[in-house]
T-cell receptor, first 110, second 114 residues
């Protein structure tokens, strides 16, 4: 059964304290791994797509990496505005189907 | 308007009511999706449309009825809902169903069933 697990469920950081979020997946036929950011009361906002093991992508303080079994979202020197829930999703099959993890709720305190 | 829009943003309905959720995408995409997001649960895919044709129905109860009149508009018709159907309903669109095409989400409709 295709499965996506994110850890930790919640993470509290001080401003400037770098850390990583984990997304582990067990799927057959990965077609892409996606990271989204979701603020309270809003829809998910697209961040990155990763396609193959070894791939990395960066955007401001965020860097996403991919291995054959997991992906990491590294946050360097976070700021309070980085506080949000970060969602990981994998695409399987040919019908655009995304399987989401339960998310990591990040809180960055000044 | 830009991106993906959804109306209404909030909806309270009784179990015997009939209501509809509307989604519109302004991105020129060919695929549209409905997702359900319940508290403390991962997003669940409900329906997938490609070029107005339904290509996925993820074991959703018949009290949810989707409609896609054209590639820019998607509706979710609701009738005889249960309290457990209370959730955030999200619409998304993508360029196609091809592997790796990212999905862009609307702000969601917060539905409360009383």
């Amino acid at each position: 059964e295709d499965q996506v697990t994110q850890s930790p469920e919640a993470l509290r950081l001080q401003e400037g304290e770098s850390s990583s979020l984990n997304c582990s997946y067990t799927v057959s036929g990965l077609r892409g791994l996606f990271w989204y950011r979701q603020d309270p009361g809003k829809g998910p906002e697209f961040l990155f797509t990763l396609y193959s093991a070894g791939e990395e992508k960066e955007k401001e303080r965020l860097k996403a990496t991919l291995t054959k079994k997991e992906s990491f979202l590294h946050i360097t020197a976070p700021k309070p505005e980085d506080s949000a829930t970060y969602l990981c999703a994998v695409q399987v099959g040919g019908k655009g189907k995304l399987i989401f993890g339960q998310g990591t709720e990040l809180s960055v305190k000044p | 308007e830009t991106g993906v829009t959804q109306t209404p943003r909030h909806l309270v309905m009784g179990m015997t009511n009939k209501k509809s959720l509307k989604c519109e995408q302004h991105l020129g995409h060919n695929a549209m999706y409905w997702y359900k997001q319940s508290a403390k649960k991962p997003l669940e895919l409900m329906f997938v449309y490609s070029l107005e044709e339904r290509v996925e129905n993820n074991s959703v109860p018949s009290r949810f009825s989707p409609e896609c009149p054209n590639s820019s508009h998607l509706f979710l018709h609701l009738h005889t809902l249960q309290p457990e159907d209370s959730a955030l309903y999200l619409c998304a669109s993508s360029r196609s169903l091809a592997g790796g095409d990212e999905q862009y989400f609307g702000p969601g409709t917060r539905l409360t069933v009383t």
